[in-house]
């Protein structure tokens, strides 16, 4: 006999049914986490060829590379030692993040912070983090969104790795515009001072090692902005984690 609970989540299923976050196929019983097995296989999720300054995914056979064609006119950097990506922003993995941001999946979030904390582990990051802070939204938007889709992905990241998360330490002072429509310049301009850090809450990252968790990385604006101020404040260094590493122009 099947257990009560397997029961009710059958008769909820039939009610409700669940469908694929990314495919919208209805999800049979077997079918465990949002998205169907099948979608779920096709993302693409880095190996052991990356660029360790921006984490963009490279050709097969390349190897660990200091900097990348994309990241080299960044020549000023991301304010960042090293920066882990999934994938890049595309197929799967860019349907992922576009439904958890602005389709109300959040459960999506499980899935790509444990890729990312996979990742970290796998290049021997871990050893060198103190705390994780996700990438802050502007009060307005958050409110208007109902969550933080970074705060979301920070949190099983920061448990995998056995890490405290510092939650609204990190300020979104300026609501910027959206960086989707704006070029490689414009974007700086746009976030250069968009970041504080909570008065009073300096000691908490004085001297510490930061991993800094967002979900797509354009140019590095933001996730430079952020990492500047958090370093001003007294961060020792900043590592950034992101799910997706977008080339502009892409619609992040
Ligand atoms: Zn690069």
New binding site residues.
């Given amino acids: 006999m099947k257990p009560l609970k397997d029961l009710a989540g059958g008769l909820l299923d039939l009610l409700l049914p669940r469908h694929c976050a990314v495919s919208g196929r209805p999800l049979l019983a077997e079918d465990v986490g949002p998205i169907a097995p099948e979608v779920l296989r096709e993302v693409e999720i880095a190996g052991a060829d990356y ?6 995914p490279q050709g097969a056979g390349v190897g660990t ?1 200091k ?6 006119e960044y020549r000023a950097g991301f304010g960042t030692r090293e920066i882990v990506a999934v994938g890049d922003y595309s197929g799967v993995l860019k349907e992922m993040c576009l439904a958890l941001k602005f389709g109300g999946e959040q459960r999506l979030a499980m899935i790509l912070g444990a890729w990312l904390a996979q990742l970290v582990f796998d290049r021997g990051l871990h050893q060198k983090l103190d705390v994780v802070i996700p990438m802050p939204l502007h009060v307005f938007r958050r409110f208007h969104r109902g969550y933080n889709q970074a705060a979301l992905i920070a949190s099983p990241v920061a448990k995998a790795l056995e890490k405290p998360v510092l939650d609204n330490l990190l300020k979104r002072t300026a609501n910027t515009q959206r960086q989707a429509k704006l070029s490689a310049a414009q974007r700086k301009g746009n976030v250069a001072n968009a970041f504080e850090v909570q008065a009073g809450r300096t000691s908490d990252i004085e001297g510490k090692l930061v991993l800094l968790v967002d979900d797509v990385m354009t140019t590095g604006a933001t996730i430079g902005a952020a990492a500047r101020t958090l370093k001003k404040a007294g961060a020792k260094a900043v590592y950034g984690a992101v799910c997706a590493r977008a080339t502009l122009g892409a619609d992040a």
């Fill in positions: 660029c360790t300054r921006c984490g963009a590379i900097e990348c064609l994309s990241c080299r």
